[in-house]
């Protein structure tokens, strides 16, 4: 089902977890970290770098992914391009508005 322009398809935001669900999980924190734990001392080796990962993400926060942004044939962005097109499309809207008889004024 679609959703009105406009309107949030999810009003309420993300749930809130009950305050004793979170607590109890909580409590089990220290159980799972020595379960990670068991899993990185073990000789296998995918299950030993996939608890290392977790431990650390856990304690230091993901590592931050470069992301590199360029403009036209990968020189840099130019602004003044993207305020020309924007001029050009609104030219076009106005024309067209014009065209259909309506005021685009608002």
Not at 62 to 77: C, F, L, R
Request: aromatic share 2%; net charge neutral; hydrophobic share 40%.
């Amino acid at each position: 089902m679609p959703f009105t322009k406009g309107q949030s398809g999810n009003p309420g935001g993300r749930p809130k977890v009950e305050g004793d669900i979170r607590a109890a999980a909580q409590d089990m924190g220290p159980a799972a970290l020595k379960r990670l734990e068991d899993w990185m001392m073990s000789d296998n080796p995918r299950a030993s770098v996939a608890a290392c990962t977790v431990i650390l993400d856990r304690a230091y926060g993901k590592t931050a992914q470069a992301v590199e942004v360029s403009g036209k044939d990968g020189g840099p962005v130019e602004v003044a391009d993207g305020r020309a097109r924007l001029a050009k499309l609104v030219e076009q809207h106005v024309a067209a508005a014009a065209a259909e008889g309506s005021d685009v004024r608002h």
